[in-house]
Protein backbone atom coordinates (compact mmCIF):
# COMPACT_ATOMS: atom_id res chain seq x y z
CA UNK A 1 0.00 0.00 0.00
CA UNK A 2 2.77 2.01 1.18
CA UNK A 3 4.88 1.92 -2.65
CA UNK A 4 0.96 2.52 -4.47
CA UNK A 5 0.74 5.80 -2.10
CA UNK A 6 4.15 6.87 -3.47
CA UNK A 7 3.53 6.14 -7.24
CA UNK A 8 0.27 7.85 -7.22
CA UNK A 9 2.21 10.34 -5.80
CA UNK A 10 4.38 10.74 -8.42
CA UNK A 11 2.19 10.37 -11.31
CA UNK A 12 0.12 13.54 -9.39
CA UNK A 13 3.24 14.93 -9.50
CA UNK A 14 3.99 14.64 -13.05
CA UNK A 15 0.96 15.90 -13.78
CA UNK A 16 0.95 18.81 -12.40
CA UNK A 17 4.05 19.65 -13.62
CA UNK A 18 2.97 19.19 -17.34
CA UNK A 19 -0.28 20.83 -16.82
CA UNK A 20 1.58 23.67 -15.65
CA UNK A 21 4.50 23.71 -18.34
CA UNK A 22 1.73 23.60 -20.90
CA UNK A 23 -0.04 26.43 -19.50
CA UNK A 24 3.22 28.22 -19.60
CA UNK A 25 3.79 27.67 -23.40
CA UNK A 26 0.37 29.01 -24.17
CA UNK A 27 0.93 31.84 -22.34
CA UNK A 28 4.09 32.07 -24.22
CA UNK A 29 2.23 31.94 -27.50
CA UNK A 30 -0.55 34.30 -26.73
CA UNK A 31 1.74 36.55 -25.67
CA UNK A 32 3.65 36.36 -28.88
CA UNK A 33 1.87 35.46 -31.55
CA UNK A 34 -1.66 37.40 -31.27
CA UNK A 35 -1.71 37.66 -34.82
CA UNK A 36 -4.76 35.38 -35.18
CA UNK A 37 -6.92 36.65 -32.41
CA UNK A 38 -6.19 40.21 -33.71
CA UNK A 39 -7.60 38.74 -36.91
CA UNK A 40 -10.51 37.78 -35.30
CA UNK A 41 -10.97 41.07 -33.77
CA UNK A 42 -10.59 42.60 -36.35
CA UNK A 43 -12.79 40.96 -38.73
CA UNK A 44 -15.47 41.55 -36.40
CA UNK A 45 -14.96 44.83 -36.34
CA UNK A 46 -15.06 45.13 -40.15
CA UNK A 47 -18.47 42.98 -39.85
CA UNK A 48 -19.50 45.51 -37.49
CA UNK A 49 -18.70 48.68 -39.52
CA UNK A 50 -20.21 47.54 -42.78
CA UNK A 51 -23.59 46.57 -40.90
CA UNK A 52 -23.17 50.11 -39.84
CA UNK A 53 -22.25 51.84 -42.81
CA UNK A 54 -25.23 49.86 -44.22
CA UNK A 55 -27.60 50.82 -42.07
CA UNK A 56 -27.25 54.13 -42.34
CA UNK A 57 -27.34 54.45 -45.88
CA UNK A 58 -30.47 52.54 -45.68
CA UNK A 59 -31.32 55.44 -43.46
CA UNK A 60 -30.62 57.77 -45.82
CA UNK A 61 -32.50 56.20 -49.19
CA UNK A 62 -35.48 54.63 -47.51
CA UNK A 63 -37.42 57.52 -46.56
CA UNK A 64 -40.44 59.41 -46.71
CA UNK A 65 -40.77 61.87 -49.41
CA UNK A 66 -43.34 64.00 -49.12
CA UNK A 67 -45.87 64.95 -46.33
CA UNK A 68 -49.17 66.19 -45.94
CA UNK A 69 -51.39 68.14 -43.51
CA UNK A 70 -55.13 69.27 -43.34
CA UNK A 71 -56.29 72.96 -42.75
CA UNK A 72 -59.79 73.97 -42.77
CA UNK A 73 -61.27 70.74 -44.28
CA UNK A 74 -58.42 71.21 -47.41
CA UNK A 75 -55.46 68.68 -47.55
CA UNK A 76 -52.35 70.00 -48.30
CA UNK A 77 -48.82 69.17 -49.62
CA UNK A 78 -46.32 70.62 -46.90
CA UNK A 79 -42.55 71.48 -47.28
CA UNK A 80 -40.59 73.60 -45.69
CA UNK A 81 -36.87 74.29 -47.14
CA UNK A 82 -35.15 74.85 -43.58
CA UNK A 83 -37.39 72.20 -41.79
CA UNK A 84 -37.82 68.94 -43.57
CA UNK A 85 -40.91 67.10 -42.16
CA UNK A 86 -39.53 63.54 -43.70
CA UNK A 87 -36.51 64.30 -42.10
CA UNK A 88 -37.22 65.24 -38.73
CA UNK A 89 -39.70 62.17 -38.74
CA UNK A 90 -36.79 59.99 -39.48
CA UNK A 91 -35.04 61.54 -36.39
CA UNK A 92 -37.73 61.18 -34.34
CA UNK A 93 -38.21 56.88 -35.10
CA UNK A 94 -34.37 57.10 -34.05
CA UNK A 95 -35.13 56.69 -30.75
CA UNK A 96 -38.53 54.44 -30.83
CA UNK A 97 -38.80 51.03 -30.08
CA UNK A 98 -41.23 49.12 -31.53
CA UNK A 99 -43.57 46.63 -29.31
CA UNK A 100 -45.96 45.20 -31.56
CA UNK A 101 -47.93 45.65 -35.27
CA UNK A 102 -51.32 44.35 -36.21
CA UNK A 103 -53.39 44.41 -38.79
CA UNK A 104 -56.66 46.27 -37.72
CA UNK A 105 -58.16 46.84 -41.43
CA UNK A 106 -58.49 45.86 -44.98
CA UNK A 107 -61.79 47.82 -45.68
CA UNK A 108 -61.42 50.07 -48.61
CA UNK A 109 -64.25 52.67 -46.79
CA UNK A 110 -62.02 52.70 -43.86
CA UNK A 111 -58.82 53.68 -45.94
CA UNK A 112 -60.65 56.04 -47.24
CA UNK A 113 -61.57 57.58 -44.08
CA UNK A 114 -58.27 57.58 -42.95
CA UNK A 115 -56.42 59.32 -45.96
CA UNK A 116 -59.16 61.95 -45.39
CA UNK A 117 -58.40 62.50 -41.06
CA UNK A 118 -57.68 65.53 -40.48
CA UNK A 119 -55.94 64.95 -37.60
CA UNK A 120 -53.54 63.05 -38.98
CA UNK A 121 -49.91 63.73 -40.76
CA UNK A 122 -49.66 61.70 -43.54
CA UNK A 123 -45.58 61.04 -44.39
CA UNK A 124 -45.90 58.72 -48.15
CA UNK A 125 -42.83 56.46 -49.52
CA UNK A 126 -43.30 56.66 -53.77
CA UNK A 127 -43.69 53.64 -53.57
CA UNK A 128 -44.11 50.86 -51.24
CA UNK A 129 -41.16 49.69 -48.78
CA UNK A 130 -41.29 46.77 -46.63
CA UNK A 131 -42.87 47.14 -42.47
CA UNK A 132 -39.06 44.95 -41.64
CA UNK A 133 -37.13 47.91 -43.55
CA UNK A 134 -38.74 50.43 -41.90
CA UNK A 135 -38.74 48.93 -38.66
CA UNK A 136 -35.31 47.08 -38.75
CA UNK A 137 -36.68 44.18 -37.10
CA UNK A 138 -38.34 41.23 -38.12
CA UNK A 139 -41.41 42.03 -36.35
CA UNK A 140 -43.89 40.66 -38.84
CA UNK A 141 -43.99 37.47 -40.47
CA UNK A 142 -44.50 37.35 -43.90
CA UNK A 143 -43.13 41.06 -44.21
CA UNK A 144 -46.19 43.36 -45.56
CA UNK A 145 -45.41 46.43 -46.92
CA UNK A 146 -46.57 49.85 -46.51
CA UNK A 147 -46.57 53.05 -47.99
CA UNK A 148 -47.50 55.50 -45.86
CA UNK A 149 -47.49 56.74 -42.53
CA UNK A 150 -50.01 58.07 -40.54
CA UNK A 151 -49.61 60.02 -37.11
CA UNK A 152 -51.97 61.12 -34.93
CA UNK A 153 -52.48 62.94 -31.90
CA UNK A 154 -51.05 60.17 -29.71
CA UNK A 155 -47.17 59.27 -29.30
CA UNK A 156 -47.99 55.82 -28.10
CA UNK A 157 -48.38 54.49 -31.73
CA UNK A 158 -48.58 54.88 -35.23
CA UNK A 159 -49.66 54.04 -38.41
CA UNK A 160 -48.85 52.14 -41.53
CA UNK A 161 -51.25 52.27 -44.56
CA UNK A 162 -50.86 50.13 -48.06
CA UNK A 163 -53.03 51.89 -51.16
CA UNK A 164 -53.06 48.95 -52.96
CA UNK A 165 -54.78 46.52 -50.65
CA UNK A 166 -56.37 48.89 -48.39
CA UNK A 167 -54.64 47.49 -45.25
CA UNK A 168 -53.69 49.37 -42.39
CA UNK A 169 -51.21 48.63 -39.86
CA UNK A 170 -51.13 49.66 -36.06
CA UNK A 171 -47.84 50.04 -34.47
CA UNK A 172 -47.44 50.57 -30.74
CA UNK A 173 -44.64 52.76 -29.15
CA UNK A 174 -42.30 52.47 -26.83
CA UNK A 175 -40.48 56.26 -26.42
CA UNK A 176 -42.69 57.73 -29.19
CA UNK A 177 -42.59 61.64 -29.65
CA UNK A 178 -43.62 63.37 -32.45
CA UNK A 179 -44.71 66.46 -31.08
CA UNK A 180 -41.33 68.82 -32.83
CA UNK A 181 -43.16 66.98 -36.40
CA UNK A 182 -46.66 68.56 -35.63
CA UNK A 183 -45.13 71.74 -34.84
CA UNK A 184 -43.50 71.94 -38.66
CA UNK A 185 -46.57 70.62 -39.85
CA UNK A 186 -48.82 73.40 -38.65
CA UNK A 187 -46.14 76.07 -39.36
CA UNK A 188 -44.67 74.72 -43.16
CA UNK A 189 -44.54 77.73 -44.82
CA UNK A 190 -44.71 75.95 -48.41
CA UNK A 191 -48.76 74.76 -48.39
CA UNK A 192 -49.97 73.65 -51.84
CA UNK A 193 -53.71 72.24 -52.09
CA UNK A 194 -54.11 68.82 -53.37
CA UNK A 195 -56.20 65.91 -53.52
CA UNK A 196 -56.32 62.27 -53.37
CA UNK A 197 -57.35 60.29 -56.79
CA UNK A 198 -57.44 56.43 -57.14
CA UNK A 199 -55.30 55.19 -60.10
CA UNK A 200 -54.57 51.66 -60.87
CA UNK A 201 -52.82 50.42 -57.27
CA UNK A 202 -52.58 53.52 -55.56
CA UNK A 203 -54.10 56.45 -54.34
CA UNK A 204 -52.54 59.80 -56.19
CA UNK A 205 -51.64 63.48 -55.28
CA UNK A 206 -53.46 65.18 -57.72
CA UNK A 207 -52.49 69.10 -57.68
CA UNK A 208 -55.30 70.78 -57.83
CA UNK A 209 -55.09 74.13 -59.52
CA UNK A 210 -52.49 75.77 -62.34
CA UNK A 211 -49.86 76.62 -60.45
CA UNK A 212 -46.21 78.00 -60.77
CA UNK A 213 -43.55 75.87 -60.57
CA UNK A 214 -39.74 77.12 -59.51
CA UNK A 215 -36.63 76.19 -61.87
CA UNK A 216 -33.91 75.52 -60.16
CA UNK A 217 -30.01 75.54 -61.12
CA UNK A 218 -27.42 73.11 -60.12
CA UNK A 219 -23.66 73.24 -60.95
CA UNK A 220 -22.61 69.30 -62.01
CA UNK A 221 -19.72 66.94 -61.47
CA UNK A 222 -19.29 63.91 -64.09
CA UNK A 223 -17.11 61.31 -62.88
CA UNK A 224 -14.98 59.57 -65.70
CA UNK A 225 -15.25 56.13 -67.16
CA UNK A 226 -11.96 55.19 -65.14
CA UNK A 227 -13.47 55.89 -61.68
CA UNK A 228 -16.62 53.78 -62.29
CA UNK A 229 -14.25 51.09 -63.40
CA UNK A 230 -11.97 50.72 -60.57
CA UNK A 231 -15.03 50.81 -58.28
CA UNK A 232 -16.99 48.11 -60.02
CA UNK A 233 -14.52 45.87 -61.70
CA UNK A 234 -11.64 46.66 -59.88
CA UNK A 235 -7.76 47.62 -61.70
CA UNK A 236 -6.15 44.30 -62.70
CA UNK A 237 -7.16 41.71 -65.66
CA UNK A 238 -9.47 44.52 -67.08
CA UNK A 239 -9.87 44.50 -70.89
CA UNK A 240 -11.70 46.95 -73.12
CA UNK A 241 -13.87 46.60 -76.46
CA UNK A 242 -15.21 49.20 -78.94
CA UNK A 243 -17.83 48.96 -81.00
CA UNK A 244 -19.27 51.30 -84.18
CA UNK A 245 -22.31 52.05 -82.06
CA UNK A 246 -20.58 54.41 -79.70
CA UNK A 247 -19.88 51.80 -76.68
CA UNK A 248 -16.87 50.48 -74.60
CA UNK A 249 -17.25 47.65 -72.58
CA UNK A 250 -15.03 47.14 -69.78
CA UNK A 251 -14.83 43.80 -68.97
CA UNK A 252 -13.55 41.94 -65.77
CA UNK A 253 -14.19 38.17 -67.23
CA UNK A 254 -16.76 36.50 -69.02
CA UNK A 255 -19.17 37.30 -66.05
CA UNK A 256 -19.25 40.80 -65.43
CA UNK A 257 -18.78 44.02 -67.30
CA UNK A 258 -19.73 47.81 -67.54
CA UNK A 259 -20.54 49.26 -70.68
CA UNK A 260 -20.10 52.98 -70.88
CA UNK A 261 -20.71 55.46 -73.68
CA UNK A 262 -17.90 56.72 -75.99
CA UNK A 263 -17.10 60.60 -74.98
CA UNK A 264 -17.90 62.26 -77.83
CA UNK A 265 -21.66 61.17 -77.93
CA UNK A 266 -22.57 63.41 -75.07
CA UNK A 267 -24.59 60.45 -73.32
CA UNK A 268 -24.14 59.51 -69.45
CA UNK A 269 -25.80 56.62 -69.36
CA UNK A 270 -23.68 53.74 -67.72
CA UNK A 271 -24.27 50.14 -67.43
CA UNK A 272 -22.92 47.19 -65.10
CA UNK A 273 -23.32 43.82 -65.56
CA UNK A 274 -22.87 40.66 -62.74
CA UNK A 275 -24.11 37.53 -64.14
CA UNK A 276 -25.05 35.00 -61.14
CA UNK A 277 -27.14 32.15 -60.45
CA UNK A 278 -29.80 34.02 -58.12
CA UNK A 279 -32.56 32.56 -56.03
CA UNK A 280 -35.68 34.34 -55.47
CA UNK A 281 -35.92 36.82 -52.97
CA UNK A 282 -38.49 39.04 -50.60
CA UNK A 283 -38.69 42.47 -51.20
CA UNK A 284 -36.93 43.62 -48.09
CA UNK A 285 -34.05 41.46 -49.38
CA UNK A 286 -33.60 43.09 -52.62
CA UNK A 287 -33.83 46.78 -51.38
CA UNK A 288 -31.64 46.22 -48.47
CA UNK A 289 -29.18 44.56 -51.58
CA UNK A 290 -29.54 47.19 -54.10
CA UNK A 291 -27.73 49.63 -51.56
CA UNK A 292 -24.67 47.89 -51.75
CA UNK A 293 -24.62 48.74 -55.42
CA UNK A 294 -25.97 52.02 -55.08
CA UNK A 295 -23.16 52.72 -52.64
CA UNK A 296 -20.27 51.13 -54.57
CA UNK A 297 -21.03 53.22 -57.09
CA UNK A 298 -19.77 56.29 -55.07
CA UNK A 299 -22.23 58.53 -56.25
CA UNK A 300 -23.08 61.48 -53.44
CA UNK A 301 -26.60 59.85 -51.56
CA UNK A 302 -27.35 63.38 -49.64
CA UNK A 303 -30.19 63.80 -51.37
CA UNK A 304 -30.66 60.63 -53.36
CA UNK A 305 -33.63 58.31 -52.26
CA UNK A 306 -35.51 54.87 -53.36
CA UNK A 307 -38.15 56.10 -56.04
CA UNK A 308 -40.19 53.02 -57.78
CA UNK A 309 -39.74 49.51 -57.92
CA UNK A 310 -40.74 47.82 -61.05
CA UNK A 311 -41.12 43.85 -61.56
CA UNK A 312 -37.68 43.15 -60.69
CA UNK A 313 -36.18 46.48 -60.58
CA UNK A 314 -35.35 49.24 -57.68
CA UNK A 315 -34.68 52.93 -58.85
CA UNK A 316 -33.30 55.76 -56.89
CA UNK A 317 -33.65 59.56 -57.95
CA UNK A 318 -32.49 62.49 -56.45
CA UNK A 319 -34.95 64.70 -54.91
CA UNK A 320 -35.10 68.84 -54.62
CA UNK A 321 -37.59 70.67 -52.83
CA UNK A 322 -39.19 67.21 -51.98
CA UNK A 323 -39.32 66.56 -56.09
CA UNK A 324 -37.59 63.78 -57.69
CA UNK A 325 -35.12 64.34 -60.62
CA UNK A 326 -35.31 62.76 -63.76
CA UNK A 327 -32.12 62.87 -66.21
CA UNK A 328 -31.81 61.16 -69.77
CA UNK A 329 -35.21 59.82 -71.27
CA UNK A 330 -37.31 60.07 -68.37
CA UNK A 331 -34.45 57.88 -66.38
CA UNK A 332 -34.03 58.28 -62.43
CA UNK A 333 -30.57 58.36 -61.07
CA UNK A 334 -29.80 54.86 -60.47
CA UNK A 335 -31.67 51.56 -61.30
CA UNK A 336 -31.09 48.21 -59.92
CA UNK A 337 -32.25 44.97 -61.57
CA UNK A 338 -32.22 41.46 -60.25
CA UNK A 339 -33.11 38.79 -62.52
CA UNK A 340 -32.48 34.66 -62.23
CA UNK A 341 -29.48 34.98 -63.70
CA UNK A 342 -27.64 38.57 -63.72
CA UNK A 343 -27.48 41.96 -61.49
CA UNK A 344 -28.14 45.03 -63.63
CA UNK A 345 -27.52 48.28 -61.92
CA UNK A 346 -28.06 51.31 -64.60
CA UNK A 347 -26.81 54.74 -63.61
CA UNK A 348 -26.10 58.11 -64.75
CA UNK A 349 -22.67 58.94 -64.08
CA UNK A 350 -23.45 62.89 -63.54
CA UNK A 351 -24.52 64.15 -60.12
CA UNK A 352 -25.96 67.38 -58.74
CA UNK A 353 -23.26 68.97 -56.54
CA UNK A 354 -23.75 72.65 -56.11
CA UNK A 355 -27.01 74.86 -56.12
CA UNK A 356 -27.43 78.20 -57.57
CA UNK A 357 -29.29 80.74 -55.93
CA UNK A 358 -32.92 80.95 -57.28
CA UNK A 359 -32.99 83.54 -59.86
CA UNK A 360 -36.86 83.82 -60.14
CA UNK A 361 -37.68 81.58 -63.11
CA UNK A 362 -40.90 79.69 -62.99
CA UNK A 363 -42.89 77.40 -64.89
CA UNK A 364 -46.39 77.43 -65.21
CA UNK A 365 -47.92 73.73 -64.83
CA UNK A 366 -51.63 73.06 -65.51
CA UNK A 367 -53.56 70.70 -62.72
CA UNK A 368 -53.50 66.99 -62.61
CA UNK A 369 -56.56 66.24 -63.95
CA UNK A 370 -56.15 68.39 -66.92
CA UNK A 371 -53.19 66.11 -67.46
CA UNK A 372 -55.15 63.09 -67.10
CA UNK A 373 -57.60 64.10 -69.31
CA UNK A 374 -55.23 64.73 -72.12
CA UNK A 375 -53.79 61.19 -71.41
CA UNK A 376 -57.17 60.05 -72.10
CA UNK A 377 -58.24 62.05 -75.17
CA UNK A 378 -54.97 61.07 -76.80
CA UNK A 379 -55.84 57.38 -76.16
CA UNK A 380 -53.94 56.51 -73.29
CA UNK A 381 -56.30 54.26 -71.70
CA UNK A 382 -56.83 55.07 -68.05
CA UNK A 383 -57.13 52.19 -65.64
CA UNK A 384 -53.24 51.98 -67.28
CA UNK A 385 -52.30 54.85 -65.75
CA UNK A 386 -49.89 54.17 -62.05
CA UNK A 387 -48.81 57.42 -61.34
CA UNK A 388 -49.19 60.97 -62.53
CA UNK A 389 -46.15 63.53 -60.39
CA UNK A 390 -44.70 66.92 -60.87
CA UNK A 391 -40.74 66.03 -61.31
CA UNK A 392 -37.48 67.85 -62.28
CA UNK A 393 -36.00 67.69 -65.84
CA UNK A 394 -32.35 67.84 -66.36
CA UNK A 395 -31.60 70.63 -69.02
CA UNK A 396 -28.40 71.69 -69.90
CA UNK A 397 -27.68 75.08 -69.58
CA UNK A 398 -25.39 76.38 -72.24
CA UNK A 399 -23.94 79.41 -70.28
CA UNK A 400 -21.80 77.00 -68.61
CA UNK A 401 -20.32 74.03 -69.07
CA UNK A 402 -21.23 72.25 -66.10
CA UNK A 403 -24.26 74.33 -65.45
CA UNK A 404 -27.76 72.19 -65.75
CA UNK A 405 -31.27 73.89 -65.23
CA UNK A 406 -34.36 71.81 -63.64
CA UNK A 407 -37.31 72.39 -65.29
CA UNK A 408 -40.65 71.02 -63.65
CA UNK A 409 -43.06 69.25 -65.90
CA UNK A 410 -45.45 66.21 -65.52
CA UNK A 411 -44.30 62.29 -65.70
CA UNK A 412 -46.32 59.65 -65.69
CA UNK A 413 -45.95 55.96 -65.27
CA UNK A 414 -48.36 53.77 -67.38
CA UNK A 415 -48.36 50.45 -69.28
CA UNK A 416 -45.33 49.99 -66.22
CA UNK A 417 -42.70 52.60 -67.48
CA UNK A 418 -42.10 56.33 -67.00
CA UNK A 419 -42.06 58.61 -69.66
CA UNK A 420 -42.87 62.65 -69.58
CA UNK A 421 -46.22 64.33 -70.63
CA UNK A 422 -44.81 65.35 -73.83
CA UNK A 423 -43.66 61.71 -74.73
CA UNK A 424 -46.69 59.87 -73.64
CA UNK A 425 -48.81 62.17 -76.17
CA UNK A 426 -46.19 61.42 -78.87
CA UNK A 427 -47.24 57.46 -78.36
CA UNK A 428 -48.98 55.67 -80.85
CA UNK A 429 -51.65 54.19 -78.08
CA UNK A 430 -53.80 52.54 -80.88
CA UNK A 431 -50.86 49.99 -81.54
CA UNK A 432 -49.87 50.33 -77.69
CA UNK A 433 -53.24 49.17 -76.39
CA UNK A 434 -53.43 46.17 -79.66
CA UNK A 435 -49.99 44.69 -77.98
CA UNK A 436 -51.12 44.88 -74.66
CA UNK A 437 -54.07 43.40 -75.06
CA UNK A 438 -52.55 40.49 -77.36
CA UNK A 439 -50.27 39.97 -74.17
CA UNK A 440 -53.04 39.75 -71.79
CA UNK A 441 -55.36 37.00 -74.16
CA UNK A 442 -51.32 35.02 -74.42
CA UNK A 443 -51.29 34.91 -70.54
CA UNK A 444 -54.88 33.26 -70.46
Not at 218 to 236: E, K
Request: net charge positive; proline share 3%; charged share 25%.
Amino acid sequence: MKSKFKLGDALLLIGTLAVFGLSIVLWIFIMTNDQYFNHISQTSRVTEQTRSRRDRIVSNLYIPTNSYGFKNGQLYRLYDAKKNLPLEFVKEVKGVKYRNIKKISTDKKEYEEMLHDSECIQLSFPKEVSINLFTKKNVKKGDPKFRRVFITNSNDFLYLGNDKTYTIYRINLIKGNFNKLRSYASNARGKIPVEFVRLKNCYEVFFTKQDHWRIYSYLTNTQTDSYFVSRLLGTTNVTTRSNKKGWVTYSLNYYTNLRVPKAKTDRHDFHYTRYEKRKDKTLNDQLLESVSFVHKLGLSEQDLRYFDTTDDSISYANYVEGIPVFWDNSSPQVVTSFTGDAVKVDFNNTDLQIPIPFDGQTKTLPSSATVMQRLVNAGMRKEEIQRIIVAFGVEKDNSHDHLVNLVPGYYVKAYNQWKSLAEWEKVDFLSLNKYKQAIMEEGK
